[in-house]
């Protein structure tokens, strides 16, 4: 029996997903256009720290999404299905690269509901958007981060590091190592793994390619 709502119609991954982070991207960079609009009039300086903070907030934003939502097993089998219909679909099928990718249908949701306990404290549309374009950049990172990992082999540098943090998360302890771009969180929170456990090859639909 098929246990996730995206098996049972497909067109969700289409909707919601994407093979490939250009996609989410081409949602992405129009909506930092519009934040950026929305933030004009904030002096420069304001609009780089609250920018900063911005990819601040997204690192977090990452983990907690990550280890609190896409892994959580909501009692009632509807709704888990729902839940699991592409987080845990990816564990289960690391190399359908359909749901590498989130689609232009999660992003926008996506920001505005990080967007709203921003405005809550800064009780200002501006400043809001001054910081949420930070966070819209964070997010972007992330997309071809994850999508990099999965996608290629790296022998060495700072790709090589998250490769392995996070494809222990899949083939490892799913219990550990929620961040895609850093490990921060991880470290903090006590979920990074030892680095001895790391698995470093990516589970690619296609031969990897050697970075």
């Known amino acids: 029996m098929k246990t996730t709502t995206i098996e049972d119609h497909p067109w969700l991954a289409v909707a919601f997903g994407s ?15 519009v934040l950026a609009w929305a933030a004009h009039g904030v002096p420069t300086a304001t609009a780089l720290a609250l920018g900063a903070g911005g990819v601040f907030y997204w690192t977090f934003a990452e983990y907690a999404l990550h280890r609190w939502f896409y892994h959580w097993r909501p009692r009632r089998l509807s709704v888990r299905r729902i839940v699991e219909s592409f987080h845990v679909y990816h564990h289960r099928h690391p190399k359908d690269r359909s749901v590498w990718n989130a689609g232009p249908l999660l992003i926008l949701p996506l920001t505005a509901l990080l967007a ?23 997010y972007g990172l992330y997309e071809w981060a994850h999508y990099l990992v999965h996608a290629r082999t790296f022998r060495r540098g700072p790709l090589r ?13 799913n219990r550990r190592c929620y961040g895609v771009t850093n490990p921060l969180w991880d470290l903090l929170l006590g979920t990074a793994a030892v680095r001895a456990q790391w698995r470093t090859a990516p589970p690619a639909a296609e031969e990897p390619r050697r970075g």
Request: net charge positive.
């Open 116 to 138: 709203f306990p921003v405005w809550a404290a800064l009780a200002s549309v501006a400043l809001t958007a001054a910081f949420m374009t930070g966070a819209v950049i964070g």
């Open 19 to 33: 093979p490939h982070p250009a996609r989410a991207l081409a949602t992405a960079v129009p909506l930092l256009a």
């Open 161 to 173: 590091y998250l490769q392995g943090f996070h494809l222990h998360h899949h083939h490892g302890n």
